[in-house]
């Protein structure tokens, strides 16, 4: 990930074409900050090229060795981009194989930290990248992504050629569409194009600096005569004092750092002046250390700032002030690929260029139609489902499922008006579908209910399932209890527990069935009536990372339609309607992609969020059946569905979803995915139902652990749950106690192969309550998955 030293300015140097100058500049910028009797550090990751041509060869011979360190990492003979070169060199056994990228960051980050120990007083590096923007790295990745873990400050070296203007813009664009800073512009002052005139004024109302510097002399035939003009034209650059001349641009780039360091130590305290945080007590954040400051993220990972005295201030000038934190949470759930995924910036920008935002009723557009498409036809909805509405999130999308399934059953049943104010929904204890007021309502009473909430329905308690002592196991509440005679049920497997065909022969089924029954008669004798059964299928997230028996909500579906309507039921729709909230456990979040196949039944209305997005924008959407939809259908606009958001269906959304859904798709064959599968598995001989990242066996070992009461894991999710007495549940603040070593550096076997440029890293985790749960992206390295489970090991393993 970045760094950023107080003592070390570093900037990188791009390119908007190849052959524009940019080792000329760069030596320039060096000259200058000699000139200041500033050291300086010069890196070439990459050289291409017979040795005597080579950049840094240049930076020697026109600079003061006593000041000016240079450095190549990688270093190949043939003249070619640096893809083909990599690619001759392991084809000719000289090198077998070709450097990765996290190789190469890794080698260049490695370095950069080597400059910083050095730096005891302030010194300057320049890290010159090969050819144009988008010119390959060695793997063939383009520079600007390869690069772009490091996130260094940049400057760009424009195109003062015909058609310059236009290579300099795209190369801007590149870089700004991935995130990059960019200090300053410099390219040749050529007064027959001019590209200069017309940039100055594109870059300054962008807040860049530009400056137009002399271009050099024509190359003489004579070396050393050559030679002698060369350094005179350095020598005069650096004698230049106006506004735009080369000195004038490293004192605007060493303001930048100054501001960007400023910037940074001034966010917690502004942070503490301005921001009201959801979900945390303000009360309990006592200094402003306690503010996580995100400079910027890249794949799983956050850029956080650490202020002098956390690194140890001026005896530790080799910290970077700027350090890789483990996004533990996957950011509230949402990530899917990782932090700035650029499929994902681009296909935001592409529907953004296009169509910014459209009103969407009574009309479609691309994003959107294929998006519906993919998801009634091919996605979550494949088999029941025909109609897809969009929302804004989770909560709203929830908010039209609630509004759907009402009118549905109202229109099946006399219901009185005032009746309909009096419907309450059936679910589970623990539930939780997001923080609007109806939302909320669909919920029992709980911490994130507000004064104005209302429970509107009867939650059953859920029996769960977890790994007790390396044991798959059932645990039944109370009630359960006592109708079974044992609390806690050993499974033969995980996926014997998920073998929801199986089980509903068992004698558990029919206990279920009878106690879901009785219970719902009782409530109804009494004059409850329900309009909805809502779900969150298998895994209760905010409710505590609740992994509940399938069996149980299977049971719950069938008695739900076994109800009875007092109207006539054609055979797509019977008794209530059933709403799966899938805004977490969807799209493969737990290793499925819908978790209507496991069950062996599906709802009537469903909803997805989160990582329908990847985590870069909100959008949800609702998915119903054709037998829902129908009751809205008439000749008078009351009966329709009045009910929308003013960015539904945003095209921006809506294509990154699309890009998603593919990256999701081409994840299912990778070897990550497949080896973790087969580490789950029970039965050779057969797929296994449930999986997860998480290593079983490190699973196992954590559920033994004496202060540890179950662990659980699917798909990207891991949940422990601690034991606890009388401090339990959401407010309890054992988990978050127990966990609070990971916001400190803790040694992991595989920590610097798996962290972002090979530096150590902590972890950004959240807690509910006696529950600590830690989740992936679906792309997240094995050995990343690895290192966590090493630092997670390590903390529960401490006295």
């Given at each position: 990930?970045?760094?950023?030293?107080?003592?070390?300015?570093?900037?990188q140097i791009f390119g908007s074409n190849t052959d524009v100058g940019k080792t000329i500049l760069t030596t320039a910028l060096v000259k200058a900050?000699?000139?200041?009797?500033?050291?300086?550090?010069?890196l070439k990751p990459v050289s291409t090229g017979p040795p005597e041509d080579a950049d840094d060869g240049h930076i020697k011979r026109y600079t003061k060795p006593g000041l000016v360190h240079t450095d190549c990492l990688f270093r190949y003979d043939e003249p070619v981009s640096p893809h083909l070169a990599a690619k001759m060199k392991a084809a000719g056994g000289a090198r077998p194989e070709i450097p990765s990228d996290q190789t190469v960051v890794n080698s260049i980050a490695n370095r950069i930290r080597q400059y910083a120990a050095r730096s005891q007083k302030y010194a300057h590096a320049y890290m010159e990248t090969a050819g144009g923007v988008h010119s390959p790295s060695l793997s063939g990745t383009t520079q600007a992504d390869c690069y772009r873990p490091l996130f260094l400050p940049t400057v760009l070296i424009g195109d003062s050629r015909l058609g310059g203007i236009s290579s300099t813009i795209s190369s801007y664009e590149s870089l700004i569409l991935r995130g990059y800073i960019i200090d300053a512009v410099l390219l040749f002052r050529d007064d027959y194009y001019s590209n200069w005139e017309y940039l100055e004024p594109y870059f300054a109302e962008k807040g860049i600096r530009l400056s137009a510097i002399d271009p050099p002399p024509t190359r003489l035939p004579d070396p050393a005569t050559d030679r002698l003009c060369v350094q005179k034209y350095y020598n005069d650059l650096t004698t230049d004092s106006t506004s735009t001349g080369i000195n004038a641009i490293t004192d605007h780039l060493d303001q930048c750092h100054t501001k960007r360091l400023d910037e940074l130590a001034s966010m917690p305290r502004r942070t503490f002046n301005t921001i009201w945080w959801p979900f945390v007590q303000h009360g309990l954040v006592k200094t402003e250390e306690d503010v996580t400051v995100i400079d910027s993220a890249h794949s799983d990972f956050f850029s956080v700032y650490r202020s002098q005295d956390q690194t140890g201030g001026a005896q530790s000038p080799?910290?970077?002030?700027?350090?890789?934190?483990?996004?533990?949470?996957?950011?509230?759930w949402t990530q899917t690929v990782g932090h700035a995924h650029p499929s994902l910036t681009l296909a935001a920008a592409r529907a953004s260029g296009r169509y910014g935002h459209v009103m969407f009723p009574q009309a479609t557009h691309l994003p959107a139609l294929n998006l519906a498409e993919s998801l009634v036809h091919n996605g979550p909805g494949k088999g029941w489902a025909s109609r897809a509405f969009f929302t804004d999130n989770g909560s709203t999308g929830m908010e039209v499922a609630l509004k759907m399934a009402l009118r549905a059953y109202t229109s099946r049943n006399n219901v009185t008006e005032s009746d309909k104010k009096r419907l309450g929904v059936i679910g589970l204890n623990g539930s939780y579908h997001g923080d609007t007021i109806g939302a909320m309502d669909a919920c029992a009473e709980g911490v994130y209910s507000c004064e104005w909430h209302d429970a509107k329905g009867f939650w059953f308690d859920p029996p769960s399932i977890g790994i007790i002592d390396s044991k798959p196991s059932i645990t039944l509440t109370p009630a359960l209890h006592s109708l079974v005679g044992e609390q806690v049920l050993p499974a033969p497997s995980l996926s014997w527990i998920?073998?929801?065909?199986?089980?509903?022969?068992?004698?558990?089924?029919?206990?279920?069935?009878?106690?879901i029954r009785e219970q719902l008669e009782k409530l109804e004798e009494r004059g409850q009536k329900f309009g909805a059964l809502v779900l969150e299928p298998l895994l209760m997230g905010a409710g505590g990372m609740i992994f509940v028996d399938p069996l149980f909500q299977r049971v719950m579906v069938d008695v739900a339609r076994s109800r009875k309507n007092e109207k006539d039921t054609p055979p797509a729709w019977s008794g209530i309607p059933v709403i799966f909230d899938e805004v977490f456990v969807g799209l493969h979040r737990i290793g499925m992609?819908?978790?209507?196949?496991?069950?062996?039944?599906?709802?009537?209305?469903?909803v997805n969020a989160k990582i329908l997005t990847g985590g870069l924008v909100p959008l949800a959407v609702t998915l119903a059946s054709e037998s829902i939809f129908e009751v809205f259908l008439g000749d008078n606009k009351a009966t329709a569905l009045l009910h929308g958001h003013s960015y539904t269906a945003h095209a921006l959304g809506c294509e990154v979803a699309n890009e998603t859904l593919k990256l999701i798709d081409s994840l299912k064959t990778t070897p990550g995915w497949q080896a973790a599968q087969a580490s789950w598995s029970d039965d050779v001989s057969s797929p296994c139902q449930v999986w997860s990242f998480w290593d079983p066996g490190f699973v196992q070992a954590v559920s033994n652990l004496p202060h540890v009461a179950s662990a659980m894991a699917l798909g990207s999710v891991f949940a422990i749950r601690l034991k606890s007495g009388s401090d339990s549940g959401y407010v309890s603040m054992s988990a978050q106690a127990m966990f609070e070593p990971l916001k400190r550096l803790?040694?992991?076997?595989?920590?610097?192969?798996?962290?972002?440029?090979?530096?150590?890293?902590?972890?950004?985790?959240?807690?509910?309550?006696?529950?600590?749960?830690?989740?992936?992206s679906l792309n997240t390295q094995p050995a990343v998955v690895r290192s966590i489970e090493d630092k997670i090991w390590g903390v529960l393993q401490s006295p």
């Open positions: 990930m970045s760094t950023l030293f107080k003592n070390l300015r570093i900037h900050s000699v000139t200041k009797n500033i050291p300086v550090f010069y080799a910290t970077s002030l700027l350090a890789p934190e483990f996004d533990g949470s996957a950011s509230w998920y073998d929801i065909q199986s089980r509903l022969r068992t004698p558990l089924a029919r206990v279920y069935q009878d106690y992609e819908s978790t209507g196949p496991l069950l062996g039944t599906y709802p009537d209305i469903s803790i040694p992991s076997a595989n920590e610097l192969s798996a962290a972002p440029s090979g530096a150590p890293y902590t972890t950004h985790y959240r807690t509910l309550g006696d529950v600590a749960y830690f989740m992936t």
